[in-house]
């Protein structure tokens, strides 16, 4: 069974902190999503990637930076965590054509920013 | 990408089938139909897409009109487990550029009892 898999489920960090979410996919997916979702807003995209060391901005990149390194990992890194960073993220996968295929969600983490 | 349109909820009673429509009447002649549920605190599944011939697969089917400006998703039995947010999507192809998927509120089904 295709894995999108997100390191924590639930996570708790400090105002200011550095903050890493790691997703990791088995299915040699070319792209990588993380998107954000808040109650009233849906969800929204943060950064994508295309292939290993690419990145591509998203519609709420700020606050945010991201990494892919390898194929099957792509890091979200909250630079200095604020309290309105507080939301539910997820990391999305899917074939270059996704379009055609479908895209793969991992069970989210839910951030609370104190 | 073309907007859509969604019912912000429906009701279905268990094992009846449930009917999800989706208006999306800017469709243009490249632009594929999409459908995902959101289960509470999971993330997103993906259902069934299509062009313009109707779909089915093990979880649903998909009916588009002639002129695909709107869609139907169809889940012949409804269990308590389809109680989940729907989405219905548009988007074109675009190979090499931004793939990204666009959620709207969506469909917040309820199947009771």
């Known amino acids: 069974d295709v894995k999108v898999t997100q390191s924590s489920r639930y996570l708790v960090k400090r105002t200011g902190e550095k903050v890493f979410l790691e997703c990791v996919q088995d299915m040699d997916h070319e792209n990588m999503f993380w998107y954000r979702q808040d109650p009233g807003l849906g969800l929204r995209l943060i950064y994508f990637?295309?292939?290993?060391?690419?990145?591509e901005k998203g519609d709420i990149p700020e606050g945010y930076s991201v990494s892919r390194e390898k194929k099957e990992r792509f890091s979200l890194i909250l630079e200095s965590a604020s309290t309105n960073q507080t939301s539910m993220y997820l990391c999305a996968s899917s074939l270059l054509g996704g379009w055609s295929y479908g895209y793969t969600f991992g069970s989210g983490t839910r951030l609370t920013v104190v | 990408d073309a907007k859509t349109t969604q019912p912000t909820s429906m009701d279905c009673a268990e094992g009846r089938a449930a009917n999800l429509p989706c208006n999306h009447s800017?469709?243009?002649?490249?632009?594929?139909v999409y459908w995902y549920r959101q289960i509470h605190s999971q993330g997103p599944q993906y259902i069934i897409h299509?062009?313009?011939n109707n779909e089915t697969n093990e979880m649903a089917s998909l009916i588009i009109t002639e002129d695909r400006k709107s869609s139907t998703l169809i889940l012949p039995h409804a269990t308590l487990r389809d109680t989940a947010v729907y989405y219905c999507?548009?988007?074109?192809?675009?190979?090499?550029?931004?793939?990204?998927?666009?959620f709207g509120k969506g469909t917040k089904l309820t199947v009771n009892p």
């Open positions: 299509g062009l313009k």
């Open positions: 990637s295309y292939d290993v060391k690419m990145k």
């Open positions: 999507i548009v988007r074109a192809p675009n190979w090499g550029g931004s793939e990204k998927l666009v």
């Open positions: 800017t469709i243009s002649g490249n632009e594929y």
